[in-house]
């Protein structure tokens, strides 16, 4: 199989014009920014190619505008960020992008910076129009991908653009998040647990099908959990729950039987009325009818840290509760915190993905540590089912 081309630093970028494709989405409120952690990580290599002397056009999405101008979701709060940030001449392209755009950046001189708006304005973007590709590829001599999250679709600034241009490379982040699911799927250092949360285990099936192959537990967290106590005969109240899930389920443990991979569901739980409301630990035979499971209880945490204790690697997508509600956030930053503590004091492998696990643990006050954390979401999960992501396929 062939490999990915990743950006050298020996490679001669003076003077040359890199399309550079991040993903920027950042949540914003009123057009203030906030979370900066998107931005923050793509700062180093932006950094790096303006000292080598680079010029750089940066193309990034934000939200879902469908192919229509949205001044909700313009790019603007992300380039007063940057001009802040970025010591040098950083300039904003509101335009559209045809035949005469290239000579409209004429003015840019090396190691000075354009952002375009959101590329997502754009139909040829979101269609993977050809002649939309065509006509990006042409203000550039050199394409960069470091927007992993975004490689999962066939979009014009991810995809056919590589057709367009000589030179296409993949950035360092996008790297950096490669090698560390691979460290899972393919240079995995046992024992492996996977901790999956989120609500649907119908958008997650692929996934864990394809894990239970590969690592040694599997701990359900968060709504999903539900389900899994339903199958096994108990009543969880006005729990959010997805329909004819028993099918899944039966499925999930005939595989992990077959590989012999254990399978772990919440022991106990924090439970409200609701999801305003504070907890009380309640065990799964003993939950009222109009009751909602909202986090784990003390006993599900002690398990959950005794597997990783006995783990060298751990993957987690997913919070265990309605952290939205610090009431429900105890079991979401006791893992947190035990996976940080053995990732700096046993070498525990850990990788991190997805946008809620992410805001969960930067809504804490605490400083975790991981081997890697993941802003990408259905990039992420798509590659841990062991899809050929497009954005990738067309680097190699």
């Given at each position: 199989?062939?490999?990915i081309k990743?950006f050298?630093e020996?490679?001669?970028?003076q003077?040359?014009?890199?399309?550079?494709?991040l993903?920027?989405n950042?949540?914003?409120?009123e057009?203030?920014?906030?979370?900066?952690?998107r931005?923050?990580?793509s700062?180093?290599?932006?950094k790096n190619?303006?000292?080598k002397?680079?010029?750089i056009?940066i193309v990034?999405h934000?939200?879902?505008?469908?192919?229509?101008r949205?001044n909700?979701?313009s790019?603007?709060p992300?380039?007063?960020f940057?001009?802040e940030?970025?010591?040098?001449n950083v300039?904003f392209?509101?335009g559209?992008?045809?035949?005469?755009?290239?000579s409209k950046?004429?003015?840019?001189?090396e190691?000075e910076?354009?952002l375009?708006e959101?590329?997502r304005f754009?139909?040829g973007?979101?269609n993977?129009?050809?002649?939309?590709?065509?006509?990006?590829?042409s203000?550039?001599?050199i394409?960069i991908?470091?927007?992993?999250s975004c490689s999962?679709?066939?979009?014009?600034?991810?995809?056919k653009?590589?057709k367009?241009i000589k030179?296409?490379?993949?950035?360092?982040?996008?790297k950096?998040?490669v090698v560390a699911?691979?460290a899972i799927?393919?240079?995995?250092?046992?024992?492996v647990t996977?901790?999956?949360?989120g609500s649907k285990i119908?958008t997650?099936i692929?996934?864990i099908?394809?894990?239970i192959?590969?690592v040694?537990?599997i701990i359900?967290?968060?709504?999903?959990?539900?389900?899994?106590?339903?199958f096994?005969g108990f009543?969880?109240?006005?729990?959010l729950?997805e329909?004819?899930?028993?099918?899944?389920?039966?499925?999930?443990?005939?595989?992990?039987k077959?590989?012999?991979?254990?399978?772990?569901?919440p022991?106990?739980c924090?439970?409200?009325s609701e999801f305003?409301?504070?907890g009380?630990?309640?065990?799964?035979?003993s939950?009222?009818?109009e009751e909602?499971?909202?986090?784990?209880g003390?006993?599900?945490?002690?398990k959950?840290g005794?597997?990783i204790?006995q783990?060298?690697?751990?993957l987690?997508?997913?919070p265990?509760?309605?952290?939205?509600?610090?009431?429900?956030?105890?079991g979401?930053?006791?893992i947190?915190?035990?996976i940080s503590?053995n990732t700096?004091?046993?070498?525990?492998i850990s990788i991190?993905g997805g946008?809620?696990?992410i805001?969960?643990i930067?809504?804490?006050?605490?400083?975790f540590?991981?081997t890697?954390?993941?802003?990408?979401?259905g990039?992420?999960?798509e590659?841990?089912?062991?899809k050929?992501l497009?954005?990738?396929?067309?680097?190699k």
């Open positions: 199989m062939s490999k990743y050298s020996n490679l001669e970028v003077n040359k014009t890199i399309i550079l494709r993903d920027l950042v949540p914003l409120n057009k203030i920014i906030q979370d900066k952690s931005i923050s990580i700062l180093p290599f932006i190619l303006i000292k002397k680079a010029k056009i990034s934000l939200g879902r505008p469908k192919g229509k949205n909700e979701l790019l603007a992300i380039y007063k940057l001009k940030q970025l010591e040098t300039y392209f509101m559209d992008i045809n035949d005469e755009t290239k950046f004429s003015y840019l001189k190691g910076v354009i375009l959101n590329i754009f139909d973007e979101n993977n129009d050809d002649n939309f590709a065509k006509k990006l590829a203000l550039g001599d394409y991908n470091d927007a992993f999962h679709r066939k979009q014009a600034s991810i995809h653009i590589t367009y030179e296409s490379y993949a950035g360092p982040l996008l950096k998040e699911i691979n799927i393919q240079n995995k250092k046992g024992p996977c901790i999956i949360g119908s997650k692929n996934v099908t394809n894990l192959k590969k040694d537990n359900v967290v968060g709504a999903m959990a539900n389900n899994f106590l339903i096994k009543i969880v109240g006005k729990s729950v329909k004819n899930s028993k099918e899944i389920i039966d499925k999930i443990y005939e595989e992990a077959k590989y012999n991979c254990n399978i772990f569901i022991n106990d924090s439970v409200s305003k409301g504070s009380k630990i309640k065990e799964p035979d939950i009222d009818k909602i499971i909202l986090d784990i003390p006993k599900t945490i002690k959950i005794s597997i204790d783990s060298n690697t751990v987690w997508n997913g265990a509760g309605y952290f939205e509600n610090k009431n429900f956030s105890i979401t930053l006791a947190a915190k035990k503590e700096a004091g046993k070498s525990l991190l946008g809620d696990t805001s969960a930067n809504k804490s006050e605490n400083k540590v991981f890697h954390l993941s802003t990408a979401g990039a992420f999960l590659f841990l089912e062991g050929d497009p954005g990738l396929n067309v680097l």
